[in-house]
């Protein structure tokens, strides 16, 4: 059989050629210069002890200032670019090259009200061919569980996107109920557009947050803090405090004592998202698939059919979002356009089952009923937070 090439690996084969080319050029310059300095080594009699022992007391004595700072700047200039925390390190042999993210932009209709109907189900379709190298070979295809997206896995490990922890779980969870996030759905920063994300690197720098670090208890109450008191100029109340105590604990599911600085930065750009945006601005962010999973689960809990759910209902799915499916749970006979992860606890899960919190009918009159645009409305935000893979809660529910 042939092999089949698409235009991406045809330019990466043409840039690693000219990469080489131009290596071997300045490796003939190199040279004489070479040359020189062996000449001029044998003149002055230095040994090769000496020159080592120099070596090493350079090293010692670190960077200079300039360096460290350029380090600090192209930090965060990977923010900027919504790159996160892309490993300068990657040995960049047999890589492709990382994709440009292109940040959003806001139209003139995004705070009007979407058309988001209830009865007609979308139909939920993914591409054929894998989205980094652009080739179709079937059922190696792992789709993502957001967006229209699949890949190789192959693809994935080099563009550094795979590594070998997680290269085993989205070969376990990419064709499962629980699904699989993608490079591009895996980080809610992406969501950012260019005037969003200045302010988020403002308040960040304003407040001493280093890009890549992970926080503390402390650190993350003490940023809390001072972001609320930038923004009213007074003490953040002790009930806010201690919200924000349960939310370090929901971002920290391993009980490690600091969360990740790419949990801390979906957080953030969740939390900057539903400040500076209208919720018809975030419906409008909703794939087909989340649209589709969001519909299953009103129609789940609405028993009777009259288009309304309680409150209590409506938290009840806001809850049930975030619970995490363990792995010995998994299922793998499901269809590769499944919707989205369902858990426990959730009102589609209840159809096979008791529910643990079911709600009685009186309850449900008693309260004010909630119709299906109020939500989409109600719930957009904590739907959006539940993108990536982490097992992290990056918007934890009120209670």
Not at 116 to 129: A, G, K, P, V, W
Not at 313 to 324: N, Y
Request: charged share 30%.
């Amino acid at each position: 059989m042939g092999v089949l090439m698409s235009r991406r690996q045809t330019v990466e084969r043409v840039q690693k050629v000219s990469l080489a080319v131009s290596a071997f050029k300045d490796g003939l310059r190199e040279q004489p210069s070479t040359r020189r300095r062996a000449e001029a080594g044998t003149a002055r009699q230095g040994t090769l002890e000496q020159e080592v022992q120099e070596g090493e007391e350079e090293a010692v004595a670190g960077p200079s200032q300039p360096e460290e700072s350029s380090a600090g700047k192209a930090a965060w200039e990977r923010l900027r670019d919504g790159r996160g925390v892309e490993p300068e390190e990657f040995e960049r042999a047999n890589r492709f090259t990382p994709p440009a993210f292109i940040r959003p932009k806001r139209e003139l209709h995004d705070d009007e009200p979407p058309d988001i109907s209830l009865e007609q189900r979308e139909q939920i379709l993914n591409d054929e061919m894998c989205e980094i190298c652009e080739v179709w070979t079937a059922e190696s295809l792992f789709p993502c569980r957001i967006c229209h997206r699949v890949y190789h896995d192959g693809c994935l490990r080099r563009m550094g996107y795979l590594q070998k922890d997680s290269a085993v779980e989205v070969t376990e969870t990419a064709h499962t109920e629980t699904g699989w996030s993608c490079y591009y759905c895996d980080n809610l920063n992406l969501l950012l557009t260019e005037e969003e994300m200045y302010s988020l690197m403002e308040t960040l720098k304003n407040c001493k947050i280093i890009p890549g670090v992970c926080l503390t208890l402390d650190d993350f109450l003490h940023y809390k803090h001072q972001v609320h008191k930038q923004q009213f100029e007074r003490t953040m109340p002790e009930a806010q405090e201690e919200q924000a105590a349960l939310q370090f604990n929901a971002l920290d599911p391993d009980k490690k004592g600091h969360i990740e600085w790419q949990d801390f930065l979906s957080h953030e750009s969740i939390q900057l998202l539903q400040k500076i945006r209208p919720q018809n601005a975030l419906l409008r962010l909703l794939t087909p698939k989340e649209r589709e999973r969001a519909r299953t689960a009103f129609l789940a809990l609405d028993q009777d059919n009259d288009g309304f759910i309680g409150e209590a209902e409506c938290r009840q799915a806001r809850h049930s979002w975030f619970r995490k499916h363990q792995k010995e749970m998994l299922s793998c006979n499901v269809s590769i356009s499944h919707v989205g992860p369902i858990s426990e606890g959730s009102p589609t899960s209840s159809r096979n089952g008791k529910s643990p919190e079911k709600i009685l009918p009186a309850t449900k009159q008693e309260e004010t009923s909630i119709d299906w645009p109020g939500f989409l409305r109600e719930n957009v935000a904590y739907i959006l937070a539940a993108r990536p893979n982490s097992a992290a809660l990056h918007l934890q529910p009120l209670a």
